[in-house]
């Protein structure tokens, strides 16, 4: 009998080492990937909205997050295009090894492969080359197809024309 508990409590505690030793999350319950970004000191701004959901690996950063359709907008001189799933690794103040945002420069699409938040400025790269925005740019998700220029955003878009 003494044997057989002994046997019971092992099997259990397998399964119980098994079910919670997964590192891949999926939508941590009620938290969203903007509760995410914000966990590693990032802004909300650098996703679009229409997040449906996202998987994190705690123990490595990656990161991948699916949105209900590819995303693009314009932003000032800046075209941008958001795949459906958007890849990374993610760790405090950066996402790195990007896959699946890119910027139109000089009618040519490229990927940016980085995003570094470096005080009060948010680093995007192209890994050639660099551009540095005001974190303040990134306080609100933009929307697919308006981005920053809705209707319901008329202070931020006032500040991002004046610079």
């Given at each position: 009998?003494?044997r057989?508990?002994?046997?019971?409590?092992?099997?259990?505690?397998?399964?119980?080492?098994?079910?919670?030793?997964?590192?891949?999350?999926s939508?941590?319950?009620?938290?969203?990937?903007?509760?995410?970004?914000?966990?590693?000191?990032?802004?909300?701004?650098?996703?679009?909205e229409?997040?449906?959901?996202?998987?994190?690996?705690?123990?490595?950063?990656?990161l991948?997050?699916?949105?209900s359709?590819?995303?693009?907008?314009?932003?000032?001189?800046?075209?941008?295009?958001?795949?459906?799933?958007?890849?990374?690794?993610?760790?405090?103040?950066?996402l790195?090894?990007?896959?699946?945002?890119?910027?139109?420069?000089?009618?040519?699409?490229?990927?940016?492969?980085?995003?570094?938040?470096?005080?009060?400025d948010?680093?995007?790269?192209?890994?050639?080359?660099?551009?540095?925005?005001?974190?303040?740019?990134?306080?609100?998700?933009?929307?697919?197809?308006?981005?920053?220029?809705?209707?319901?955003?008329?202070?931020?878009?006032?500040?991002?024309?004046?610079?």
């Amino acid at each position: 009998m003494l044997r057989s508990l002994i046997s019971q409590l092992a099997v259990t505690f397998c399964l119980i080492l098994i079910i919670h030793s997964n590192p891949a999350y999926s939508d941590d319950e009620n938290r969203t990937v903007y509760d995410v970004l914000q966990d590693y000191d990032l802004p909300v701004g650098l996703l679009p909205e229409g997040v449906t959901g996202y998987e994190l690996d705690h123990t490595t950063g990656k990161l991948s997050v699916t949105l209900s359709d590819t995303c693009s907008f314009s932003e000032g001189k800046y075209q941008l295009k958001y795949e459906a799933t958007v890849k990374c690794y993610i760790s405090n103040d950066k996402l790195s090894s990007l896959e699946g945002v890119s910027v139109k420069f000089s009618d040519v699409w490229v990927n940016i492969v980085e995003i570094v938040r470096r005080g009060n400025d948010i680093d995007f790269s192209i890994g050639i080359g660099k551009a540095a925005f005001p974190l303040e740019y990134f306080e609100e998700s933009p929307q697919c197809g308006c981005g920053m220029n809705c209707s319901r955003r008329p202070a931020l878009r006032k500040l991002m024309t004046n610079r």
